[in-house]
């Protein structure tokens, strides 16, 4: 029973979180939606999108650990590595993404180049969650979300005998 109660209260916190994280990434995400673009007319689209990728990714880490999962202070340099490891495979999901397009579409225009990249980047942005949730920032919310505490056994008391009294074998006996 304890357990199915820490789960419901958990529930809230996973929906609230992820409305956060919506909010915070997916801003992220339009911005760097339209940084993309606007910089794949200067430069190689997949240098444009890595570059955009590690700013985005800090300015996210550093948001996520403020408001979205709570931790209540900056992000450490663990997490933002973490945090680091999950957009690389953004990255990847995003250029996968815009390489078929190439193949599939002859001449993209820019409002279908940037559709694409938002969905693809939608979708690797739920993967993240998953993953930023349950392994980067998970420490700090598991205080919240732990089960009741398994009953410890109590430790033995030890039977020390008095070597200088005489020994009362009857008050050992009824000790063990």
Same mark, same amino acid.
């Given at each position: 029973m304890p357990a199915a109660r820490n789960q419901q209260q958990a529930a809230p916190a996973a929906v609230t979180s992820f409305a956060r994280f919506a909010l915070c990434g997916g801003g992220v995400g339009v911005a760097a939606g339209f940084a993309v673009t606007a910089l794949g007319t200067w430069i190689p689209w997949v240098l444009a999108n890595a570059l955009v990728t590690v700013v985005s990714t800090v300015l996210s880490t550093e948001l996520h650990a403020r408001f979205t999962f709570g931790t209540g202070g900056r992000a450490t340099r663990r997490q933002h590595a973490q945090s680091a490891g999950s957009a690389a495979a953004a990255y990847a999901v995003t250029c996968l993404a815009m390489f078929v397009l190439e193949h599939l579409v002859a001449a993209p225009?820019?409002? /279908? $180049?940037?559709?694409?990249?938002?969905?693809? #980047?939608? /979708?690797?942005?739920?993967? $993240?969650?998953?993953? /930023? *949730?349950?392994?980067?920032?998970? *420490?700090? $919310? #598991? *205080?919240?979300?732990? #089960?009741?505490?398994?009953?410890?056994p109590r430790p033995l008391r030890a039977v020390t005998a008095n070597t200088s009294a005489p020994v009362d074998r009857a008050a050992l006996r009824r000790a063990a």
């Open positions: 225009d820019a409002m /279908l $180049r940037q559709t694409v990249y938002l969905a693809a #980047s939608a /979708l690797s942005g739920m993967g $993240r969650f998953a993953v /930023l *949730r349950a392994l980067v920032f998970a *420490r700090h $919310r #598991s *205080r919240t979300t732990t #089960s009741a505490p398994e009953a410890t």
